[in-house]
T-cell receptor, first 112, second 114 residues
């Protein structure tokens, strides 16, 4: 079963607007990561937030983590057409195999 | 610095045929992974290798075998391909360790089994 699920499945916004994507997960985690995938390409790591952190920034990206609600959000500010891609959250569980479990992704379209 | 290189990029097989997907990384990473990506399912881990000489099953290992040939290379073999194995396959690598750091992905192999 999937560890993480993103919401919404698809999001369409105008260039310059902010985009917010959410991720929910089921078990306790060590860290949560966000990845981006352009059409027909591999995934690219964006940002990692550890279980003892609540917020992290990287450029136009802001990630929050609420371990009590088992949820995270990714905010992209001042979006650009080049941000059009699918975004995935991935969680590293505290127990079991040392690997990441990916959600089903949010497809973001930024309209110029 | 090529990162993670996968070959081939595209492949069409008939049911029952076998093939090997190749993956190599030049970042001196300890851990390597094989994922498959299906529409609506996200990425699912097939096999991984935490370090050279070790391999372990992931979520969906049935129908696959892997070989960690050396620190750089990690191959995925389909012994008898089935239509259910039609998917996009991604190899990834990471430095590894207790608190797994970010993954670096290859560009993928699109496999169709007829």
């Amino acid at each position: 079963s999937q560890q993480g699920e993103e919401d919404p499945q698809a999001l369409s916004i105008q260039e310059g607007e902010n985009a917010t994507m959410n991720c929910s997960y089921k078990t306790s985690i060590n860290n949560l990561q966000w990845y981006r995938q352009n059409s027909g390409r591999g995934l690219v790591h964006l940002i990692l937030i550890r279980s003892n952190e609540r917020e992290k920034h990287s450029g136009r990206l802001r990630v929050t983590l609420d371990t009590s609600k088992k949820s995270s959000s990714l905010l992209i500010t001042a979006s650009r057409a080049a941000d059009t891609a699918s975004y995935f959250c991935a969680t590293l569980r505290q127990t079991g195999a040392n690997n990441l479990f990916f959600g089903t992704g949010t497809r973001l379209t930024v309209i110029p | 610095n090529a990162g993670v290189t996968q070959t081939p990029k595209f492949q069409v097989l008939k049911t029952g045929q076998s093939m090997t997907l190749q993956c190599a990384q030049d970042m001196n990473h300890n851990s390597m992974y094989w994922y498959r990506q299906d529409p609506g399912m996200g990425l699912r881990l097939i096999y991984y290798s935490a370090s050279e000489g070790t391999t372990d099953k992931g979520e969906v290992p049935n129908g696959y075998n892997v070989s960690r040939l050396n620190k750089r290379e990690f191959s995925l073999r389909l012994e008898s391909a089935a239509p259910s194995q039609t998917s996009v396959y991604f190899c990834a690598s990471s430095e590894g360790g207790e608190d797994n750091e970010k993954l670096f992905f290859g560009s993928g192999t699109q496999l169709s089994v007829l």
